[in-house]
């Protein structure tokens, strides 16, 4: 397991960001839309790279004033509610890829294929393609091709955003269990992903942090306007831990 210890500085947009995630743990990122949310992600997945600051995963120094490691060599993988799965390529293939670009031997890839298929429930799916695919089938292909490749950092923006609500919730479960021990960032609008999938949560506004610890705190206590609404209309926050 990999801990995640961030300092993140970027002039545009205004980011000045500290974030410290365990081993093992996820943390979410709270905040409206341009708080800043996903370019951090970015910023972590090495896909920007910060004005200043330091990034490290474990005993790795993956950004600092003297280099930067390129986003295909950090272990990270960043995830959005888009699928993005290979059109060409049948299930079996979209989730072989990732291994097989770690450059793993032939049975080691199809190994993790038939595991990570199997995991995420689409192992009857395994020889068609993206087109094929309803929704909700086409985000667990993509969660299963992502967790193929061990990541040592999972980044996953809005993964069920684009999901109609029974699904959401489905795959809400899912990744509960697949994310023990899985180190990972997630940046969600929605309460119950958060309170599901998170120990902890920092939200996020204008670039900085203006709260942040135990998830259940975070939102029983709200310090910030748009987690006070989002809260309000439920009536309280337990039914979402219970």
């Not at 293939?93 to 429930?121: K, Q, S, T, Y």
Request: hydrophobic residues 45%.
């Amino acid at each position: 397991m990999t801990a995640l210890r961030a300092q993140l500085r970027l002039r545009t947009p205004d980011i000045e960001v500290a974030l410290d995630v365990a081993a093992g743990h996820t943390l979410s990122l709270l905040g409206s839309n341009g708080a800043g949310k996903s370019t951090i992600l970015n910023l972590l997945a090495g896909l920007t790279d910060p004005d200043a600051g330091r990034i490290e995963l474990g005993d790795d120094v993956l950004f600092d004033a003297a280099h930067s490691v390129p986003p295909h060599r950090r272990g990270v993988v960043l995830l959005t509610q888009q699928p993005t799965l290979f059109p060409h390529l049948n299930v079996r293939h979209n989730v072989g890829f990732g291994p097989a670009a770690l450059r793993l031997g032939r049975d080691e890839v199809a190994r993790r294929v038939d595991e990570w298929m199997e995991r995420v429930d689409v192992a009857g799916l395994a020889d068609r393609r993206p087109a094929e695919l309803s929704g909700g089938q086409a985000a667990r292909v993509a969660l299963a091709r992502a967790l193929a490749t061990h990541p040592r950092l999972l980044l996953l923006d809005e993964p069920f955003a684009a999901l109609d609500v029974d699904i959401a919730d489905r795959m809400r479960v899912l990744l509960r269990d697949l994310l023990v021990d899985q180190t990972c960032v997630l940046v969600t609008h929605d309460l119950a992903d958060a309170a599901v999938l998170s120990a902890t949560a920092a939200v996020v506004e204008h670039g900085r942090i203006i709260d942040s610890g135990p998830t259940r705190r975070v939102l029983a206590e709200p310090k910030s306007p748009l987690i006070e609404r989002l809260v309000r209309p439920t009536g309280g926050v337990d039914d979402y831990f219970s």
